[in-house]
């Protein structure tokens, strides 16, 4: 592609297009706050760098050319696109945006406390509307526009049309208990094990639950008979502290925790549950700087885990 020529500036295009759009040298120079001859200069100098006419300067009106007409087009389009990108980072243009998303349980606790103070501190910090529930009910937002981005595991592939999901790092699942829990005490543990106990599992239509689901059929497991579905991270933590229940649970939901030894893993193998965490956008859509800037702080949270 050749590079357009160096000699072309802003002003030729500006006083290009306020000709046409006043029907004359005199109007347009009133428009732009410019003298006449300055108007006409620019014009010509526009003309010989093309090496054709733009106007027809034989009537008493100027008119465009076949070539000044099409040139127009595009210059109509250059203009615009650089309105368009002053207007995107401007500092001013963005004091009311509001940055809309929504997170996923697996995220709640770890990264996104993390990336919305990162994104505080940057110079294109907004508002932040952040919408919490299972995947189907974010993403029914997604679609309609209501948020602009989702963080977390990523959706099934049977819903992804029309989306698009940028991948950041994977994680497994965990079996959260009680400290003192019965189960840390077994010599040999396996998820078998796990069957008499109430289980706290995500519901039905969650991302995680079909992963479970899968864990637990190479156990051998077709299904827990104590089962407690829930999104809820606290009920979820203070109902495991409270007596037997094992929690199926992404690990960065539970890794402070986990650290503390407030709560306690099983140790049995769960590499079959490792899933891809990232964020999902709608496909082709055009996020605004704001956004942009929170996805980068998101980006930047995960890269230093």
């Known amino acids: 592609m050749p590079n357009l020529d160096p000699r072309i500036k802003l002003r030729h295009l500006s006083c290009f297009v306020e000709t046409d759009r006043h029907g004359g040298v005199v109007p347009a120079a009133e428009a732009l706050g410019l003298s006449q ?44 696109a650089l309105r368009q990108g002053v207007e995107s980072v401007s500092l001013a243009s963005h004091a009311d945006a509001v940055v809309r998303l929504g997170a996923l349980p697996t995220v709640e606790v770890e990264v996104m406390p993390r990336a919305v103070a990162r994104f505080a501190l940057g110079p294109l910090a907004a508002r932040l509307h952040v919408e919490s529930g299972p995947s189907p009910h974010l993403l029914g937002l997604l679609r309609t526009g209501a948020i602009d981005l989702v963080v977390g595991r990523m959706p099934a592939p049977d819903v992804m049309a029309g989306l698009t999901f940028e991948h950041l790092y994977s994680e497994p699942l965990v079996i959260a208990v009680r400290p003192d829990h019965p189960l840390l005490a077994a010599p040999e543990p396996s998820l078998r094990m796990v069957e008499p106990f109430p289980a706290l599992v995500p519901p039905r239509g969650a991302i995680i639950r079909q992963t479970v689901e899968t864990v637990l059929l190479a156990a051998g497991i077709a299904r827990l008979p104590r089962e407690i579905e829930t999104v809820s991270n606290s009920f979820g933590r203070a109902y495991a502290l409270l007596g037997d229940a094992v929690w199926f649970i992404s690990r960065s939901v539970v890794a402070a925790d986990l650290q503390s030894g407030a709560l306690a893993a099983l140790d049995v193998d769960m590499s079959a549950s490792y899933g891809a965490i990232g964020i999902t956008t709608r496909a082709g859509a055009d996020l605004d700087l704001p956004t942009t800037a929170f996805i980068a702080a998101v980006r930047e949270v995960v890269s230093r885990r």
Do not use: C, M, Q
């Open 37 to 80: 001859p300055a108007i006409s200069k620019s014009l010509a100098e526009l003309e010989d760098i093309l090496g054709v006419a733009l106007f027809d300067r034989s009537r008493r009106k100027l008119a465009l050319t076949e070539y000044g007409a099409l040139f127009l087009r595009y210059a109509n389009a250059a203009l615009a």
